[in-house]
C-alpha cells in the first residue's frame, strides 16, 4: 500500500468515526426535561386567606403539566416563619415549593430578634406571581362611618378598638401600624393564623377594624356586613371608583402593597427552577387563573426568578423602615 492509499483510508476512518460520534450526539434542545418522580407538595405558610387560594387554583393545573400529584399544605405559625422554614430546610429537588408572601420573605428578617432561615440565602425565587393594596374595613355596628372617624374615636378611647390582622409581621399588620403613625393614634392589635379567622371575628365584631386584601373582604362588603373606608394603594381600585386612598385622605405617599409569589429551597438546580417557571407563568397568565385574580383585585405580575429575587432584597429594608419608625414588634 502506497502512501496516498494509507493516507486516503486514514481520511476514510477519520470521517466515519466522526459521523458516527455526531449520529449518537444528541441534537440541541432535545434533551430530557426535568420532571418530578413523585408527589409535590406546595406549602401555605398561612391559614385561610389569598396565599392558599391562589395555591390550590394553582395546583391542579401545576398537576397536569407535571403529571405528578400537586398536594397543598398549610403550615402556619410565627407569623410564616414556620411553614418557610420548612420549605428552606426541604432538599432542593423540586418536589417542595413554598408560596411565599411579604411577611416570612421581606418583613420578619426585621420584625424578629431571630430567625430561623434567611429569606435571602435559603431559598430560591421562581416567580412574583401577584401584588395588590389593601383595603381598610371595618366592622358596620362600630359606628366608624370613615378614616377620620376611626382616627377620632381612637383617640378619644383608645382602649375600646382592636384590629385584626392575619399573622404578626403580615402586611396587615404593618399597614395598620404605619396608619397609626400617621395619623397619631392607638388602637389594640389582635393577631390571628389566617384571613379565615380574623375575618370571622371581625363580622362577630369581636374586633373593629382591619387592613385585609379585596380578595378576603369584597363579598362582605357587598352584603353590608363591612363598611369600606379606603385602600392602601396609590389609586383607587377600579371596583370600587368612590372609595378614596389613604393617600388622597392626606396621607401622604401612603402606599402599603400585598404580594405572593413561589420560592424553592436553595441551591434547587436550575433545570427544576426553569421548569417550574415556564409552567407557573403558563398557569398564571391563562385567561380562567388571570380572570378569577382579577376578580380578587390582584394584579398578575409573573417574575422571572432575578425579578422576584431583587424584589424581596428591595423590600426587606422597605418594610425594615416601617417597623423601626412604628417600633412594631413580634408578639
Same mark, same amino acid.
Given at each position: 500500500?502506497?502512501k496516498?492509499?494509507?493516507?486516503?483510508?486514514?481520511?476514510?476512518?477519520?470521517?466515519?468515526?466522526?459521523?458516527?460520534?455526531?449520529?449518537?450526539?444528541?441534537?440541541?434542545?432535545?434533551?430530557?426535561?426535568?420532571?418530578?418522580?413523585?408527589?409535590?407538595?406546595?406549602?401555605?405558610?398561612?391559614?385561610?386567606?389569598?396565599?392558599?387560594?391562589?395555591?390550590?387554583?394553582?395546583? @391542579?393545573?401545576?398537576?397536569?403539566?407535571?403529571?405528578?400529584p400537586?398536594?397543598?399544605?398549610?403550615?402556619?405559625?410565627?407569623?410564616?416563619?414556620?411553614?418557610?422554614?420548612?420549605?428552606?430546610k426541604?432538599a432542593?429537588?423540586?418536589?417542595?415549593?413554598?408560596?411565599?408572601?411579604?411577611?416570612?420573605?421581606?418583613?420578619?428578617?426585621?420584625?424578629?430578634?431571630?430567625?430561623?432561615?434567611?429569606?435571602? +440565602?435559603?431559598?430560591?425565587?421562581?416567580?412574583?406571581a401577584?401584588?395588590?393594596?389593601?383595603?381598610?374595613v371595618?366592622?358596620?355596628?362600630?359606628?366608624?362611618?370613615?378614616?377620620?372617624?376611626?382616627?377620632? +374615636?381612637a383617640?378619644?378611647?383608645?382602649?375600646?378598638?382592636?384590629?385584626?390582622?392575619?399573622?404578626?409581621?403580615?402586611?396587615?399588620?404593618l399597614?395598620?401600624?404605619?396608619?397609626?403613625?400617621?395619623?397619631?393614634?392607638?388602637?389594640?392589635?389582635?393577631?390571628?393564623?389566617?384571613?379565615?379567622?380574623?375575618v370571622?371575628?371581625?363580622?362577630?365584631?369581636?374586633?373593629?377594624?382591619?387592613?385585609?386584601?379585596?380578595?378576603?373582604v369584597?363579598?362582605?362588603?357587598?352584603e353590608? +356586613?363591612?363598611?369600606?373606608?379606603?385602600?392602601?394603594?396609590?389609586?383607587?381600585?377600579?371596583?370600587?371608583?368612590?372609595?378614596?386612598?389613604?393617600?388622597?385622605?392626606g396621607?401622604?405617599d401612603?402606599?402599603?402593597?400585598?404580594?405572593?409569589?413561589?420560592?424553592?429551597?436553595?441551591?434547587? @438546580?436550575? @433545570?427544576?427552577?426553569?421548569?417550574?417557571?415556564?409552567?407557573?407563568? +403558563?398557569i398564571?397568565?391563562s385567561?380562567?387563573?388571570t380572570?378569577?385574580?382579577?376578580?380578587?383585585?390582584?394584579?398578575v405580575?409573573?417574575?422571572?426568578?432575578?425579578?422576584?429575587?431583587?424584589?424581596?432584597?428591595?423590600?426587606?429594608?422597605?418594610?425594615?423602615k416601617?417597623?423601626?419608625?412604628?417600633?412594631?414588634?413580634?408578639?
Amino acid at each position: 500500500m502506497n502512501k496516498v492509499q494509507r493516507r486516503t483510508l486514514l481520511a476514510l476512518a477519520a470521517g466515519a468515526l466522526a459521523t458516527g460520534a455526531l449520529a449518537q450526539a444528541p441534537a440541541p434542545g432535545n434533551a430530557a426535561e426535568w420532571a418530578p418522580s413523585r408527589p409535590v407538595r406546595i406549602v401555605v405558610p398561612i391559614v385561610g386567606s389569598t396565599n392558599d387560594v391562589l395555591a390550590r387554583l394553582v395546583a @391542579p393545573k401545576l398537576q397536569e403539566a407535571l403529571g405528578q400529584p400537586v398536594v397543598v399544605e398549610n403550615k402556619p405559625g410565627a407569623g410564616g416563619n414556620i411553614g418557610a422554614d420548612q420549605v428552606a430546610k426541604s432538599a432542593p429537588d423540586g418536589l417542595t415549593l413554598l408560596v411565599g408572601y411579604n411577611g416570612p420573605l421581606a418583613i420578619n428578617p426585621t420584625l424578629f430578634e431571630k430567625m430561623p432561615y434567611d429569606p435571602v +440565602k435559603d431559598l430560591q425565587p421562581i416567580t412574583l406571581a401577584v401584588k395588590a393594596p389593601q383595603y381598610l374595613v371595618v366592622n358596620p355596628n362600630a359606628g366608624i362611618d370613615s378614616v377620620q372617624d376611626l382616627v377620632a +374615636k381612637a383617640k378619644a378611647d383608645p382602649n375600646k378598638y382592636s384590629y385584626a390582622s392575619v399573622a404578626v409581621g403580615s402586611a396587615s399588620h404593618l399597614t395598620m401600624e404605619m396608619l397609626k403613625s400617621a395619623a397619631g393614634f392607638n388602637i389594640t392589635h389582635v393577631p390571628y393564623k389566617g384571613a379565615g379567622p380574623a375575618v370571622t371575628d371581625l363580622l362577630a365584631g369581636n374586633v373593629q377594624a382591619a387592613f385585609l386584601v379585596p380578595g378576603n373582604v369584597q363579598q362582605f362588603v357587598k352584603e353590608g +356586613k363591612l363598611k369600606l373606608l379606603a385602600s392602601s394603594g396609590l389609586q383607587r381600585f377600579p371596583s370600587t371608583p368612590n372609595v378614596p386612598t389613604l393617600n388622597e385622605l392626606g396621607y401622604k405617599d401612603f402606599e402599603a402593597t400585598s404580594w405572593i409569589g413561589f420560592l424553592a429551597p436553595a441551591g434547587t @438546580p436550575r @433545570p427544576i427552577v426553569d421548569r417550574y417557571h415556564r409552567e407557573l407563568v +403558563k398557569i398564571l397568565r391563562s385567561p380562567e387563573v388571570t380572570q378569577r385574580l382579577r376578580e380578587m383585585e390582584f394584579d398578575v405580575v409573573a417574575t422571572t426568578p432575578e425579578q422576584f429575587g431583587a424584589w424581596i432584597r428591595s423590600e426587606i429594608p422597605r418594610w425594615g423602615k416601617v417597623i423601626k419608625d412604628t417600633g412594631a414588634k413580634a408578639e
